[in-house]
């Protein structure tokens, strides 16, 4: 028994198949146990007031955009070394959803930042490395999009999530650099963990939990779809040369 | 039962909103393309086993 | 190596194209944007930095699918490919022939375009040594994009939307040189950051780029 099983498409249609209800459920009720604890239970933070609700969807839309594209990379290296096909399927089933993450992390940032900042919009070091995560994303996307044969498209999608990453790496850094000499600490962007005190911190913990297993469930829905998409192109295939 | 939100009130619903009908979107988007992908291939699988036999 | 990078040297000047497109389109670009922003020279002087280093990035994208593509649709890439000259080199070599037909003359044409955007003085000399050090960057990761695309029919606009986030770090440290150049602060940190995405970006991308074109030439 190993984790290398799954990459038979057969195996990895049964298992997710058996998982697929109990991983949805899971989420359903983190997602919902989460935000309603966040949205109807906490108090008004002193500084914030009641926006310090935007961040029961803000924070976990962040960290799993970063989480979805992290996945990726490390599904694109296991394609690009062993060859399993459900790894790359996967790492193209996962790229919408992490790019669903960044334009809500996106979206919320922008509303919470009207009330706060004053403005939709700052050149602030983390909203634009967000911006230019997303562009990677859009890239990535558009070249699975553009190639037809699909294990170069499986091919050439995983050497660009490399480079891509390390990229995205180096960006995040050259934004912190480039900003420092135009604004002073303009961010409020705070570090909730040391901040944030337990009445906010626990239902944050759970929103964050609801938004991983979300992933997961898209994860498995989308990567299905892939699967099956794959065994019709071969059977119709089959078909015409029959 | 809906919290006093204060001057937010926008801001905390249309972040809510936004979120919800992003996420809910996309996961309908998915369910949508997961079946339709579903009855093509059982369609085609049908199809061949017919002709095989 | 040497006879491969005198013949795309010199199938880019018979082409004419390349060469003299992108430091029109850099002129360009020097011209509008004072056209568009208005004429103040204190205006112009704080930008003129980013206006010549976007200028120089998008100039540099505009030739990219000249890289491979001409190449690929006649052969020579599958020749390259069995030739004993491994992968990297010629991808290497590819990427030196594009930037001595694009990078170099940006670099040399840019203090003249600097005038038209009243350029504050202490700049020049940064603005030439920033743009000597990062356009080789975008000529190396330019290759790497158009290796991606090269058998894409209309693979321009996708290597744009690829190429352009891989462009943000040199951007962001080369502009900032020039800045800081023009201001008179201290230049050494970005200068020494864009040196190494360069050298960085100059010893590995040519094995990713070649490996994406084995991918397609498969």
Same mark, same amino acid.
């Given at each position: 028994?190993?984790?290398?099983?799954?990459?038979?498409?057969?195996?990895?249609?049964?298992?997710?198949?058996?998982?697929?209800?109990?991983?949805?459920?899971?989420?359903?009720?983190?997602?919902?146990?989460?935000?309603?604890?966040?949205?109807?239970?906490?108090?008004?933070?002193?500084?914030?007031?009641?926006?310090?609700?935007?961040?029961?969807?803000?924070?976990?839309?962040?960290?799993?955009?970063?989480?979805?594209?992290?996945?990726?990379?490390?599904?694109?290296?296991?394609?690009?070394?062993?060859?399993?096909?459900?790894?790359?399927?996967?790492?193209?089933?996962?790229?919408?959803?992490?790019?669903?993450?960044?334009?809500?992390?996106?979206?919320?940032?922008?509303?919470?930042?009207?009330?706060?900042?004053?403005?939709?919009?700052?050149?602030?070091?983390?909203?634009?490395?967000?911006?230019?995560?997303?562009?990677?994303?859009?890239?990535?996307?558009?070249?699975?999009?553009?190639? @037809?044969?699909?294990?170069?498209?499986?091919?050439?999608?995983?050497?660009?999530?490399?480079?891509? %990453?390390?990229?995205?790496?180096?960006?995040?850094?050259?934004?912190?650099?480039?900003?420092?000499?135009?604004?002073?600490?303009?961010?409020?962007?705070?570090?909730?963990?040391?901040?944030?005190?337990?009445?906010?911190?626990?239902?944050?913990?759970?929103?964050?939990?609801?938004?991983?297993?979300?992933?997961?469930?898209?994860?498995?829905?989308?990567?299905?779809?892939?699967?099956?998409?794959?065994?019709?192109?071969?059977?119709?295939?089959?078909?015409?040369?029959? | 039962?809906?919290?006093?939100?204060?001057?937010?009130?926008?801001?905390?619903?249309?972040?809510?909103?936004? %979120?919800?009908?992003?996420?809910? *979107?996309?996961?309908?988007?998915?369910?949508?393309?997961?079946?339709?992908?579903?009855?093509?291939?059982?369609?085609?699988?049908?199809?061949? @086993?017919?002709?095989?036999? | 190596?040497?006879?491969?990078?005198?013949?795309?040297?010199?199938?880019?000047?018979?082409?004419?194209? *390349?060469?003299?497109?992108?430091?029109?389109?850099?002129?360009?670009?020097?011209?509008?944007?004072?056209?568009?922003?208005?004429? @103040?020279?204190?205006?112009?002087?704080?930008?003129?930095?980013?206006?010549?280093?976007?200028?120089?990035?998008?100039?540099?994208?505009?030739?990219?699918?000249?890289?491979?593509?001409?190449?690929?649709?006649?052969?020579?890439?599958?020749?390259?490919?069995?030739?004993?000259?491994?992968?990297?080199?010629?991808?290497?070599?590819?990427?030196?022939?594009?930037?001595?037909?694009?990078?170099?003359?940006?670099?040399?044409?840019?203090?003249?375009?600097?005038?038209?955007?009243?350029?504050?003085?202490?700049?020049?000399?940064?603005?030439?040594?920033?743009?000597?050090?990062?356009?080789?960057?975008?000529?190396?990761?330019?290759?790497?994009?158009?290796?991606?695309?090269?058998?894409?029919?209309?693979?321009?606009?996708?290597? %744009?939307?690829?190429?352009?986030?891989?462009?943000?770090?040199?951007?962001?440290?080369?502009?900032?040189?020039?800045?800081?150049?023009?201001?008179?602060?201290?230049?050494?940190?970005?200068?020494?950051?864009?040196?190494?995405?360069?050298? *960085?970006?100059?010893?590995?991308?040519?094995?990713?780029?070649?490996?994406?074109?084995?991918?397609?030439?498969?």
């Amino acid at each position: 028994m190993s984790i290398w099983e799954y990459a038979n498409p057969k195996k990895f249609m049964q298992t997710s198949a058996f998982l697929l209800p109990w991983v949805t459920g899971l989420a359903l009720i983190a997602m919902l146990v989460g935000l309603v604890w966040g949205f109807f239970f906490t108090p008004d933070a002193d500084k914030f007031g009641a926006t310090v609700k935007i961040i029961y969807l803000h924070v976990p839309a962040a960290m799993m955009a970063i989480s979805a594209w992290t996945m990726m990379l490390v599904t694109s290296l296991i394609w690009l070394i062993r060859r399993h096909h459900v790894s790359a399927l996967a790492a193209k089933a996962a790229a919408p959803i992490g790019l669903m993450f960044t334009v809500i992390g996106l979206v919320t940032g922008a509303i919470w930042g009207q009330p706060m900042w004053g403005t939709w919009w700052a050149w602030d070091p983390r909203l634009t490395a967000f911006l230019i995560l997303a562009l990677f994303y859009l890239g990535y996307i558009a070249l699975w999009a553009a190639v @037809e044969n699909p294990d170069t498209a499986a091919d050439l999608t995983s050497v660009l999530a490399i480079v891509g %990453s390390v990229f995205a790496f180096l960006s995040r850094y050259a934004v912190l650099f480039w900003n420092q000499g135009l604004h002073q600490g303009a961010s409020l962007s705070l570090d909730e963990q040391e901040n944030v005190s337990d009445v906010y911190w626990l239902p944050l913990v759970v929103c964050i939990a609801g938004f991983v297993l979300l992933f997961v469930t898209l994860v498995l829905i989308r990567t299905r779809t892939e699967i099956r998409s794959r065994r019709l192109q071969a059977l119709l295939t089959r078909e015409r040369l029959a | 039962m809906m919290p006093e939100l204060g001057k937010y009130a926008g801001a905390v619903m249309w972040s809510y909103a936004a %979120s919800l009908a992003l996420i809910l *979107g996309f996961v309908a988007l998915s369910l949508w393309q997961s079946r339709r992908m579903k009855r093509a291939l059982d369609e085609v699988e049908k199809r061949q @086993e017919k002709a095989g036999e | 190596m040497i006879a491969l990078l005198f013949r795309d040297l010199r199938l880019a000047v018979r082409a004419g194209g *390349g060469f003299g497109l992108g430091l029109a389109f850099f002129l360009l670009v020097a011209v509008i944007v004072p056209l568009g922003v208005g004429p @103040e020279p204190a205006t112009l002087a704080r930008i003129a930095p980013g206006i010549l280093w976007v200028g120089a990035l998008l100039s540099c994208l505009l030739s990219l699918d000249r890289i491979f593509a001409l190449d690929f649709e006649d052969g020579s890439l599958d020749l390259l490919a069995t030739s004993p000259l491994p992968m990297e080199g010629a991808v290497a070599v590819k990427a030196l022939a594009h930037w001595l037909v694009t990078g170099l003359p940006l670099v040399l044409a840019a203090p003249v375009l600097g005038v038209l955007l009243n350029l504050p003085l202490p700049g020049y000399p940064w603005l030439v040594i920033s743009l000597a050090l990062g356009t080789p960057a975008l000529s190396i990761i330019g290759a790497f994009g158009a290796a991606l695309t090269v058998g894409l029919k209309r693979g321009g606009l996708l290597m %744009s939307l690829l190429v352009l986030p891989l462009y943000m770090p040199t951007l962001i440290f080369g502009a900032e040189v020039v800045k800081r150049g023009a201001a008179g602060m201290t230049v050494a940190t970005p200068l020494a950051l864009l040196a190494a995405i360069t050298a *960085g970006a100059l010893a590995l991308l040519p094995f990713a780029a070649a490996a994406a074109i084995r991918v397609n030439l498969r």
